[in-house]
T-cell receptor, first 113, second 113 residues
Framework: SQQGEEDPQALSIQEGENATMNCSYK?????LQWYRQNSGRGLVHLIL?????REKHSGRLRVTLDTSKKSSSLLITASRAADTASYFC?????????????FGEGTQLTVNP | EPEVTQTPSHQVTQMGQEVILRCVPI?????FYWYRQILGQKVEFLVS????????KSEIFDDQFSVERPDGSNFTLKIRSTKLEDSAMYFC???????????FGPGTRLTVT
């Protein structure tokens, strides 16, 4: 089954605005993690939210999880040009062992100065 | 701050040649992973490794792939006879069992010509 579909595929905002990215998935999960990837570079871990959590904060990041709707959102507040990157959600499905992650297609965020 | 490292950062090889990609996971992590990302596509799981053996592998991880932890620090991915379609960014990751967060290395860009 396809997991971790993000929307929008691309988002362009002005510096200082908030950016919201959404992720949907299809099967039950242990946790969901968000990553950032600058063009052609590695994946930077942003935040993990467990299946029994509904909201989590880290600095300017706020993640929500709705397991009944199988969806998550990542909010970046007061965005900066340096936040320009691709953002991926990745799920750790209950059906698999060993915490293999299933990634979505990602949202390309552009923050204009 | 501890991080996952990978070498080389870029490898160019001819079709049919063997390549070994190297990773040094974070030292107190016990689960290790390889993922790949074909240009413009999403990150895909290849294999997970725990307690010196493969714990799970995807359908991509066929007989031409192998993994090894030859000593206490290195974790390698070998591709025996590379194909053009193996061209991708290969990421190593390790998991912190206290939180189940997966941390990724910077990747090795493999180009098969």
């Amino acid at each position: 089954s396809q997991q971790g579909e993000e929307d929008p595929q691309a988002l362009s905002i002005q510096e200082g605005e908030n950016a919201t990215m959404n992720c949907s998935y299809k099967t039950s999960i242990n946790n969901l993690q968000w990553y950032r990837q600058n063009s052609g570079r590695g994946l930077v871990h942003l935040i993990l939210i467990r299946s029994n959590e509904r909201e989590k904060h880290s600095g300017r990041l706020r993640v929500t999880l709705d397991t009944s709707k199988k969806s998550s959102s990542l909010l970046i507040t007061a965005s900066r040009a340096a936040d320009t990157a691709s953002y991926f959600c990745a799920t750790d499905p209950k059906e698999t062992s060993g915490s293999r992650l299933t990634f979505g297609e990602g949202t390309q965020l552009t923050v204009n100065p | 701050e501890p991080e996952v490292t990978q070498t080389p950062s870029h490898q160019v090889t001819q079709m049919g040649q063997e390549v070994i990609l190297r990773c040094v996971p974070i030292s107190n992590h016990l689960y290790f992973y390889w993922y790949r990302q074909i240009l413009g596509q999403k990150v895909e799981f290849l294999v997970s490794f725990y307690n010196n053996e493969i714990s799970e592998k995807s359908e991509i991880f066929d007989d031409q792939f192998s993994v090894e932890r030859p000593d206490g620090s290195n974790f390698t991915l070998k591709i025996r006879s590379t194909k053009l379609e193996d061209s991708a960014m290969y990421f190593c990751a390790s998991l912190w069992t206290a939180t189940f967060e997966q941390y990724f290395g910077p990747g090795t860009r493999l180009t098969v010509t």
